[in-house]
């Protein structure tokens, strides 16, 4: 390979800036193209906010094939960033597994709450309800500690009580029947109730209550992502707020 060399002032300088620029090309072309690359991947990564698998491994080949001929990557990057694909594969695998597992369980609970419709069971709840038939309606709750005054309030739609109910002193699990009728004898409409404990200990310190309402569940609703009881009472309840599944009574 020969180069003419021009004689006349400037003219050798001019000559080997011209050679100098045509050994330099094809690098800065590489480093160029490595550079349209890079940014080509890095955009299309930029609209999902993710690096997925595919994009990560287009990423490493156009580094691969666009990397300065006098600067070529080292092995122990090279290693590095082959173990991180390796790594974001088997996250992904690991993420799509856990993600199976999770719509199976799903799948197993909705069936199991399915089985409670036709069972009467008791939910944490303050609402009670009544048929307008004279039955009354049971009160549940229970008492953290033992509780020298009870009195429960009994609260119609209209924020009024309707009936007061001073149970003295109870421990534990406690029940009583409200027989649907207000402080004056008066049997109260159909409707649903809401009910307030008020227990305090001998020295008149307030004792903790956890309220509980019992129904028949009628279905199982799956709105909101998650399991819910409808009660013939009216009342809808979480499942976890489930306390009990009450024995159905067999006919004879």
């Known amino acids: 390979m020969g180069f003419g060399v021009a004689v006349s002032d400037g003219g050798i300088e001019k000559g080997f800036a011209g050679i100098g620029f045509a050994l330099m090309a094809p690098m ?3 480093v160029s193209s490595t550079t349209q690359a890079q940014a080509t991947t890095t955009g299309s990564l930029t609209g999902n906010n993710a690096l997925g698998k595919d994009a990560f491994l287009k990423l490493l080949v156009a580094q691969m094939s666009n990397q300065d001929p006098l600067k070529p990557m080292d092995d122990t990057q090279f290693v590095a960033q082959l173990a991180q694909f390796s790594g974001l594969e088997q996250q992904m695998q690991t993420n799509t597994l856990l ?15 399915a089985g409670l419709v036709g ?12 048929d307008g038939q004279g039955l009354g309606s049971q009160v549940s709750f229970s008492l953290a500690q ?7 309030s ?7 009580v309707v009936r007061t109910l001073n149970l003295g002193s ?4 406690v029940s009583e029947m409200w027989d649907g009728k207000n402080d004056s004898g008066t049997q109260q409409p159909a409707g649903s109730y809401t009910v307030s404990v008020d227990a305090k200990t001998t020295a008149g310190a307030s004792v ?3 309220q509980e309402t019992t129904g028949l569940v009628t279905a199982v609703s799956y709105t909101g992502g998650y399991s819910s009881l409808v009660l013939d009472t009216g009342i809808t309840a979480p499942t976890s707020n489930l306390i009990r599944v009450n024995a159905t009574t067999q006919a004879k």
């Open 28 to 30: 800065v072309d590489s």
């Open 99 to 113: 993600q199976q597992l999770a719509t199976a369980q799903q799948g197993i609970t909705n069936a199991s709450n």
């Open 119 to 130: 069972k009467t069971v008791t939910v944490q709840g303050s609402t009670v309800s009544l």
């Open 146 to 152: 033992a509780a020298q005054s009870v009195k429960v």
């Open 154 to 160: 009994i609260t119609d739609s209209g924020g009024n």
């Open 170 to 173: 109870k421990s534990g699990n």
């Open 208 to 210: 903790s209550v956890s």
